[in-house]
């Protein structure tokens, strides 16, 4: 009898637990490198606050901001072993996985975010999102940081003013082409580094947009930014194949919708955020913002511009063409 009472309590203790691990929230862990006040770190409080609303109880979403958890370099391969399910890398980090990305690498390929925008939106490129599926990831939006400027310790206003000095780069060929047609040294460095880099003067300069290069206050280490909006640099926002189609259809739905609507909050911010924060870092004298004249500008095009054939095979003329498209 006492072996009979033994065995229906562990049998009922079995089936509590099994009740209370089947009422467990699915935990959702959101992995990326920047501040929280910049357009990725808004996008990424946004989705968690709607999520955490609208399924609290079977979704609780976690964000890990300024790689508490990974780098950009890492947090792919983590979220592939699920050890996190979401990450919103730079464009730049996908060429392991696809070529066909380093499209929005290409320098003066978009003339400013609007065309940017165009071009994700369009055809082309909300094909370009699922492009790295049979490699177990799934793109579920783009997020704009914003146009890329140029810092250094001395001004540039033409290319020949970047030769022989040393910029940090994100890891890409294609922006290791573009520095190196200056006759710039490239240096493939983590972004948490950046700083540290800069202030130790272990490297000349670097390429940012404005919201990276005032929160990481880049513009406190270096003397000189230059307006060149040579480059665009947004991100991917990622899940992997396996987890998302794991989901229950009523959770995935409700968690792309989130998305959808958190994305669309955070390029608003990157909008706003591009003139607000140059006027801050302007404000903050410690750094000297140069405009370039068209004349100037042109010079950088002409030095640049050349990097586009160098790469075409990979991209393709195709999705090449169609970004030059969204400019008109």
Request: glycine share 6%.
């Amino acid at each position: 009898m006492r072996k009979l009472t033994a065995g229906l309590f562990m049998a009922a203790a079995m089936m509590t637990a099994t009740v209370a691990s089947a009422a467990d929230p699915i935990v959702v862990k959101f992995s990326h490198v920047v501040a929280e006040n910049t357009p990725k770190g808004q996008l990424a409080n946004k989705f968690r606050d709607l999520v955490n609303e609208r399924l609290a109880g079977k979704v609780l979403v976690e964000v890990y901001p300024s790689s508490q958890l990974y780098g950009d370099n890492k947090v792919l391969e983590a979220m592939l072993l699920g050890d996190v399910q979401i990450a919103g890398p730079s464009l730049s980090k996908f060429s392991k996985y696809t070529k066909k990305l380093q499209v929005f690498d290409l320098p003066f390929l978009f003339k400013d975010l609007a065309a940017v925008d165009k071009f994700q939106q369009g055809p082309v490129g909300q094909k370009l999102l699922m492009s790295m599926k049979k490699k177990g990831i799934i793109g579920l939006g783009y997020n704009h940081g914003g146009m890329k400027q140029l810092s250094a310790n001395k001004p540039l206003r033409t290319p020949a003013d970047a030769e022989g000095l040393k910029f940090r780069i994100m890891t890409s060929d294609i922006l290791s082409a573009q520095f190196e047609a200056v006759g710039a040294t490239p240096l493939k460095k983590p972004f948490s580094e950046v700083f540290t880099l800069l202030q130790t003067k272990a490297i000349d300069g670097q390429e940012n947009h404005w919201p990276n290069i005032y929160s990481k206050k880049f513009f406190e280490v270096q003397d000189y930014v230059t307006q060149s909006d040579h480059g665009v640099l947004d991100y991917l926002i990622v899940t992997s194949t396996e987890f998302w189609d794991s989901l229950p259809d009523d959770i995935r739905t409700e968690m792309k919708k989130a998305m959808d609507e958190a994305i669309a909050f955070g390029n608003k911010v990157a909008y706003d955020q591009a003139i607000e924060v140059r006027k801050k870092v302007e404000a903050s004298g410690r750094t000297k913002v140069i405009d370039l004249t068209p004349e100037e500008r042109a010079q950088w095009v002409e030095a640049m511009k050349p990097v586009w054939a160098k790469f075409e095979g990979e991209i393709g003329k195709d999705i090449i063409d169609a970004a030059v498209a969204s400019n008109m």
